[in-house]
């Protein structure tokens, strides 16, 4: 077996941004025909379900995930490679475990949560969307392991094998169960066995109500198409694992100190794991926030002032419940908005082994260096997504779900806040990760909770505004992450014992990111073609790029990690487009 060459942060951030970018593309088109297929209710379905299953998976597999990754990196830089092993073995038993009681959860409380959210008919979906739990328990056992190896090649497959199953699977049963339904009830006068009720009392179902009918029933075939997603991306990294291992080879295992017992092992992973996990559930509450308490308001909203609905959304609501379109159409915003935070995760997910290694062997000035590193390329990434998100949300809705009547009023408005929210949950992310790495587990946990009452108040005052109503949500999520981030800055200066320059890491690059999201929003008001909205895009990409260049944004260290880097940085120096080095600045 050979030797695998690890590969340091940004190498590794690089594997995972293209794995992403593949499985974001992909899933763009898996989720926007999917929007169009289900329409805004039976996207309320799916968002009920998946955020059910975003809970349970963030108390099963998160937190074990993350602290497989930490251990294994400790383990392998003090060469202890029986450990790693050990490490494995035992979180594959305790991956079974949770797996199949996240399932059993999952079905048995399909029905009280459904009736919780106040989305009685997502139970199918929910039920449908339970065997993903147990799969994707044992897919995070290999992600974790190989990830703590700074391997991230594994992990960026197995992501881009689960979405190309979920696109294909996923869109097919969605598709097939509403011409299912269609069909049953052209047969039979009932959908799937239940009656179809019609919206006007005394008189027979539209086609409107026969579709309503149907939705349900969809969904729960598009978290099918998910479940057996999961399936092949486990499928994909066992065989891969029983094909290449892990690069050890018989003398590093020979080498290898003799070995921890299993019990404190186990112990140790379990107590790395379960403040991990319980910061990650508390992530998780933001979206359970809204699901839980948006439906409840806007509908305590519509009481109080349906005329203001009616003329808002009634064209666009005939037949359906106000509350549940518009809640699905806020689920489709917070698809696009979900984007920015999935590829900045990348960074904090490969920086963790990174910032893990510097803090055990205590060098404070790698330390440091890496720190800064994550935060400029969150930023990098983070700053002009979220701006220009926030100046072309009108034109990116329509881009993205045009087909669909309404959408200016039910996903434009609330992608539009959640842009400026994305920049702050994104730079979120990598500080957690730097807690984590430092041994500080508990304060993801501490920030989160005053994030989460901070947000749950929000909803229920300003979602219960009818001039406000869904827009109240996304401003909520604003102020949450916000305060968070503020909380995270400050504390990590105190832990560390280190001065950071905020003003030197993200200035460059935010001015970049407003020259960007001007650049967008004066290219799209040539027209409103699509055309036009896709020319916006990439004149603001080169403008931006322009602009780190002409700001010099990045340090020479940054440029060197990337891919070919060594020959980038000695081209950019002797133009002279690099960040003033620390020496240069004194």
């Not at 006007?200 to 978290?223: C, H, K, R, W, Y």
């Not at 094909?243 to 290898?256: C, Q, Y």
């Not at 060197?560 to 004194?586: I, N, Q, Y």
Request: one cysteine or more; charged letters at 15%.
């Amino acid at each position: 077996m050979t030797k695998q060459k690890k590969q340091n942060f940004l190498q590794g951030a690089s594997i995972l941004m293209v794995s992403m970018i593949i499985v974001k593309l992909v899933g763009a088109v898996f989720k926007i025909p999917l929007g169009n297929i289900l329409q805004e209710t039976g996207y309320a379905y799916f968002t009920a379900s998946y955020s059910l299953f975003t809970t349970i998976y963030a108390l099963t597999v998160t937190g074990l995930s993350t602290a497989i990754a930490r251990m294994v990196a400790a383990c392998s830089t003090k060469k202890r490679y029986r450990d790693c092993r050990n490490i494995l073995h035992i979180s594959i038993k305790l991956f079974v475990i949770l797996g199949i009681v996240g399932t059993l959860a999952m079905i048995l409380c399909s029905k009280l949560f459904a009736h919780a959210s106040n989305a009685d008919d997502a139970v199918w979906a929910i039920i449908f969307m339970a065997p993903a739990v147990f799969f994707s328990c044992m897919m995070a056992a290999y992600r974790g392991y190989y990830e703590g190896l700074r391997n991230m090649i594994p992990t960026a497959i197995s992501e881009i094998v689960e979405v190309i199953t979920k696109m294909i699977t996923g869109l097919l049963f969605a598709y097939l169960f509403l011409l299912w339904g269609e069909h049953q009830y052209e047969q039979t006068g009932k959908v799937f066995g239940f009656a179809v009720k019609s919206s006007i009392e005394g008189s027979q179902p539209s086609t409107t109500d026969v579709i309503e009918a149907i939705l349900p029933f969809a969904a729960a075939g598009a978290m099918l198409g998910i479940a057996l997603s999961t399936l092949f991306g486990f499928l994909y990294l066992y065989i891969a694992y029983k094909r290449s291992g892990d690069g050890f080879t018989k003398v590093d295992l020979m080498n290898s100190p003799k070995p921890i017992k299993s019990k404190s092992i186990m112990n140790t992973l379990l107590k790395t794991a379960l403040p991990i996990t319980l910061s990650s559930v508390v992530i998780n509450l933001t979206g359970m926030i809204d699901l839980f308490s948006v439906m409840n308001r806007l509908e305590y909203a519509y009481q109080q002032n349906s005329a203001y609905f009616m003329n808002t959304y009634g064209d666009f609501t005939r037949g359906k419940e106000i509350h549940t379109y518009i809640y699905g159409g806020f689920g489709m915003a917070v698809t696009i908005f979900n984007l920015v935070p999935a590829f900045t995760a990348l960074f904090a997910k490969s920086a963790l082994p990174n910032l893990t290694a510097a803090w055990v062997q205590y060098d404070k000035g790698r330390l440091k260096t890496s720190i800064e590193s994550v935060l400029r390329m969150t930023s990098v990434i983070a700053f002009p997504a979220g701006i220009g998100i926030f100046v072309m949300a009108d034109p990116i809705s329509l881009l993205l779900y045009g087909e669909r009547p309404g959408v200016l009023v039910s996903v434009a408005p609330p992608l539009r806040l959640l842009g400026l929210a994305a920049i702050f949950l994104a730079l979120v992310s990598p500080l957690y990760s730097i807690f984590q790495a430092v041994g500080r587990f508990d304060l993801p946990v501490k920030f989160m909770l005053v994030g989460a009452v901070l947000k749950l108040t929000i909803n229920f005052i300003l979602v219960g505004i009818p001039e406000i109503n869904i827009k109240g949500a996304p401003i909520g999520t604003g102020i949450c992450y916000f305060v968070i981030m503020l909380l995270c800055l400050i504390t990590l200066k105190k832990i560390t014992d280190i001065k950071f320059y905020f003003l030197k890491v993200f200035g460059g690059v935010f001015l970049a990111s407003l020259l960007c999201g001007a650049t967008a929003f004066l290219i799209n008001q040539l027209s409103d073609e699509k055309i036009v909205t896709v020319c916006a895009i990439a004149g603001a990409g080169v403008v931006y790029v322009i602009g780190l260049l002409l700001f010099r944004a990045l340090p020479e260290s940054d440029v060197r990690m990337l891919p070919k880097g060594d020959k980038l940085a000695a081209l950019m120096k002797k133009l002279h487009l690099l960040a003033p080095s620390e020496v240069e600045t004194k």
